[in-house]
């Protein structure tokens, strides 16, 4: 963990929540990264405000816009951010952009479970194909042997609430079904992820920050959230860091303990 460095990182979703904290968090290391890529759907929107302070502060924090569900949105990001980079790869690339609205077994739409899907799953498919060419060139470029995230990584932000096998332990009180669905459908992308891009050096992990005192984690009546974003992303960091080709294609949650599917 000592010799951990990143040299580029993206966040999606990088306005709120998870992803302004993991912003913090690589601004705050004794080696940040020398780029810094915060992406979020609407940067000069007012909630963005507190992403435009930290940029303006950190010149090594990069502010693009990127919708996750349009791919002209992505693509321009993409073509941004590898002139920016100047010739050099992206090593770390965290999709972390997500929605989870109310949903029961009862009250889902076919619009519920299209869109959560649509933001949840095809988001980070399309992102992840967009930035793919900069994640193999920083593998290319690197005399590390194995995986890690300071070579070439890709990180999938997911959850618990995703794993079937562990479903009879929390759909009682967070049922959050369109939600579930497409965390499970993430997982497999992970996991195909992981084969398809295996030869290409590229890490490939999914990660459960926690039931975390965010917009997401708080909306669910009569459930409190028991982590604070400070400590899940401390968590999600230290193993962030430590992740290997051992880690490669796996569910692991943000105390570093691996989840079944």
């Not at 077994?105 to 498919?125: C, H, I, K, R, W």
Request: glycine share 8%; proline share 5%.
């Amino acid at each position: 963990m000592a010799g951990f460095h990143v040299r580029s990182v993206l966040v999606t979703g990088s306005n709120r929540g998870i992803g302004l904290e993991l912003i913090k968090h690589f601004i705050g290391k004794l080696n940040p990264p020398e780029v810094i890529f915060a992406t979020c759907r609407d940067p000069e929107g007012v909630r963005a405000q507190e992403l435009k302070n930290l940029a303006s502060k950190h010149p090594n924090v990069v502010i693009l816009q990127l919708e996750a569900t349009d791919s002209a949105s992505i693509k321009s990001a993409a073509k941004k951010a590898e002139t920016h980079l100047g010739g050099t790869g992206l090593n770390l690339l965290i999709n972390n952009a997500g929605i989870m609205p109310p949903s029961t077994l009862e009250s889902a739409t076919p619009e519920d479970m299209l869109s959560v899907y649509n933001t949840n799953v095809v988001g980070p498919l399309l992102v992840t194909q967009a930035f793919l060419p900069l994640l193999k060139k920083a593998a290319l470029g690197s005399n590390q042997k194995g995986m890690s995230c300071s070579k070439a990584a890709i990180v999938n932000i997911s959850t618990v609430l995703g794993s079937i096998e562990k479903t009879p332990e929390t759909f009682s009180f967070v049922p959050v079904v369109s939600y579930r669905c497409s965390k499970a459908a993430l997982n497999m992308l992970t996991k195909c992820q992981s084969m398809g891009y295996k030869q290409d050096g590229i890490l490939c992990t999914a990660l459960h920050p926690g039931w975390v005192k965010t917009e997401l984690g708080n909306f669910q009546p009569n459930v409190q959230a028991d982590l604070t974003v400070d400590e899940s992303v401390s968590g999600l960091m230290k193993v962030i860091c430590d992740l290997s080709e051992k880690h490669h294609g796996i569910l692991v949650s943000w105390e570093g303990n691996t989840l079944p599917w």
